[in-house]
C-alpha cells in the first residue's frame, strides 16, 4: 500500500507504533504530487521545507493542504488571481498558526475560485483543477483544490473555507468529506476575505474522524477576529463511534423539482438511519431558492467592500488584475449598496436572511439534526460554467442557507455512480455549535455504509 493512501488518523496510529515514519509518509505523498499535479492542477504554490522535530506534536509533521487564501508566512498566497501573484505574507493566519504549533506540515497551497468566487474552480486564474475521481468532471468549490487534493491522496488532509457551500459542496463532488463549522468557532483572522459575515474555515478529510481530529486542533477563540465564540471547544472524537439511537432527523429538500433523478437514490440510503434506531420524518423547510437572491445580494455587499483594499498599493498589482468575475461581483455589489438602493436590496436581503434562521430554529426545535442532499446532483463536466454567470449560486443551492444562518453543516458521501466514478453527498446539519451532532450522525453513516473509499481500501 501507498502511505499517502492512509487516513489522517491510520497514519497517526502508525507513525506513534513506530510502523511507518512521517518521512516515508511524506516521500508517498511528494512522489504522488510530482506524478498527478501537472494534469490535475491542485497545487499552485508547494511547499520545500519540511520539520522534522515535529514528531512530538499532536500532528507529528504529516502533511496538510492549505487553500491558497490562507495567509502563509514566506510561502505565497494568491487567492487564485495574478493581483496576487507575487505575494509573500509576512505572518500565517491564526488556523495556519494552530495548525503548525500542532505538527502539520503544510504540503502546499491549493487551488481555488479566484477570490473564492465560485463553485467549480473554473474561476481560478491559473486554470481549473480537475476531478481525480473523474477527469472529464470538475471538482466543485470555492475549495475545489482542496478537496481534490485529499481525493487524490496527494496530501493526508486539507484545509478549506465556506462561504455558502464551499467546503461541503467540493466535498460532495470529490467523494470526501467536508466539515463546515458553526460561524465563529474557527478564527478568520489571516484569511483573505470573501464575504466577512458567513466566511468559516474548516477541514476536508478523508474521513468523519479526521475532521474531528482537525476540527479539535483548529477550532476556539481568537482576540484577532471578533467574531469568533469564547464558548469552550467540544472534543469532537468523543461524539465518534455513539449510537444515534433515538435521535430525529428532519429530511429537507428532496421533493424541490430538478432532483427527481438523485430521490430515489437519497431515500434508500436513508434508511441506514432509521436500521440504527433515529426517527426519520420528512420536514418543510423555506425554499432554498429564495436564499439565491440573498446570498448574491449581501455576498456581492461584502464583496465590493473587502475586495476594496486591494489597489495595489500596499501589496500585489494593480485592479487591473481582477478577473471578469471578481468585476461582476464588485459592480453588482456596489450598486446594491448604493444611496438609495441599499434599502430596497441589500437590508431586504437581510431580513429575509433573518427569516431562514427563524425557519431553522423552528426545525431545530423539533429535529436534532436536519439532512439534506448536499449538492442538486453530480459533479458537472468541464467547461460547464462557461455563460452562466449564476452556476454558483445554483449548485449551492441547498447548502446556502444554512451557511447564511451560521448553522455547522457535514458532507459525508452517500453513493458512487458506478459507471462515472461520480459521488453524491448528504448534508447533515445541526444547531449552532452542535458540531458534535453533526460528527456523531456522519460518522455513524460512514461507518454503516460502504461509500468511504478509504474504508473501503483499508
Known amino acids: 500500500m501507498n502511505l499517502n493512501h492512509l487516513t489522517l488518523k491510520n497514519a497517526l496510529d502508525l507513525v506513534a507504533k513506530k510502523q511507518v515514519t512521517v518521512e516515508e509518509i511524506n516521500h508517498d505523498v511528494d512522489k504522488e504530487i510530482a506524478k498527478v499535479n501537472d494534469k490535475l492542477n ?3 504554490t508547494l511547499n520545500p521545507e519540511k520539520n522534522s522535530s515535529d514528531q512530538d506534536k499532536p500532528l507529528k509533521g504529516l502533511p496538510i493542504a492549505v487553500k491558497d487564501n490562507f495567509c502563509t508566512k514566506n510561502l505565497r498566497t494568491t487567492a487564485s488571481s495574478t493581483l496576487l501573484d507575487n505575494f509573500i505574507p509576512q505572518f500565517d493566519a491564526t488556523v495556519v498558526t494552530k495548525l503548525k504549533n500542532a505538527g502539520g506540515h503544510i504540503v502546499g497551497k491549493t487551488n481555488m475560485d479566484a477570490w473564492a468566487h465560485g ?63 458553526t460561524y465563529g468557532r474557527v478564527s478568520r483572522f489571516g484569511i483573505v476575505s470573501m464575504a466577512s459575515s458567513t466566511d468559516s474555515p474548516g477541514p476536508i478529510t478523508k474521513t468523519v474522524e479526521d475532521s474531528a481530529i482537525l476540527f479539535n486542533l483548529i477550532a476556539g477563540a481568537d482576540p484577532r477576529d471578533g467574531t469568533t465564540s469564547t464558548d469552550q471547544v467540544p472534543d469532537l472524537t468523543k461524539s465518534l463511534n455513539k449510537s444515534i439511537k433515538g435521535l430525529k432527523i428532519g429530511v429537507i429538500y428532496l421533493d424541490l ?15 441506514i438511519f432509521e436500521t440504527l434506531g433515529a426517527k426519520v420524518e420528512f420536514a418543510k423547510a423555506m425554499d432554498p431558492k429564495d436564499a439565491i437572491s440573498v446570498y448574491t445580494i449581501v455576498q456581492r455587499g461584502e464583496v465590493s467592500s473587502n475586495l476594496g483594499r486591494y489597489t495595489g ?13 471578481a468585476k461582476r461581483r464588485i459592480m453588482l455589489g456596489t450598486y446594491t449598496l448604493s444611496k438609495g438602493y441599499a434599502d430596497q436590496y441589500y437590508t431586504l436581503a437581510q431580513k429575509v436572511r433573518t427569516l431562514f434562521i427563524q425557519d431553522y430554529q423552528r426545525l431545530f426545535s423539533q429535529y436534532d439534526v436536519l439532512v439534506a442532499p448536499t449538492s442538486p446532483g453530480f459533479a458537472k463536466k468541464i467547461g460547464a460554467t462557461k455563460g452562466e ?15 447564511l444562518s451560521g448553522f455547522p453543516g457535514l458532507n459525508v458521501p452517500c453513493f458512487r455512480d458506478e459507471k462515472t466514478n461520480l459521488y453524491l453527498g448528504l448534508n447533515v446539519m445541526a444547531p449552532m455549535w452542535r458540531e458534535d451532532l453533526v460528527v456523531q450522525v456522519g460518522d455513524a453513516f460512514e461507518k454503516n455504509t460502504k461509500w468511504n473509499s478509504w474504508r473501503q481500501e483499508q
Open 42 to 44: 491542485i497545487y499552485l
Open 119 to 181: 463553485s467549480s474552480t473554473e474561476t481560478s486564474q491559473y486554470g481549473r483543477t480537475l476531478n481525480p475521481r473523474n477527469t472529464d468532471h470538475l471538482p466543485g468549490g470555492s475549495s475545489g483544490g482542496s478537496a481534490a487534493a485529499v481525493a487524490s491522496d496527494t496530501c493526508l488532509a486539507a484545509l478549506g473555507t465556506e462561504t455558502a457551500g464551499s467546503i461541503r459542496q467540493p466535498a460532495a463532488w470529490c467523494g470526501v468529506v467536508g466539515l463546515k463549522p
Open 257 to 271: 423539482p430538478g432532483l427527481e433523478k438523485i430521490k430515489a437514490i437519497y431515500e434508500q440510503e436513508l434508511k
Open 313 to 325: 498599493i500596499r501589496y500585489g498589482f494593480d485592479r487591473s488584475h481582477f478577473g471578469a468575475e
Open 389 to 403: 454567470a449564476m452556476f454558483g449560486e445554483l449548485e449551492d443551492m441547498l447548502v446556502e442557507a444554512s451557511s
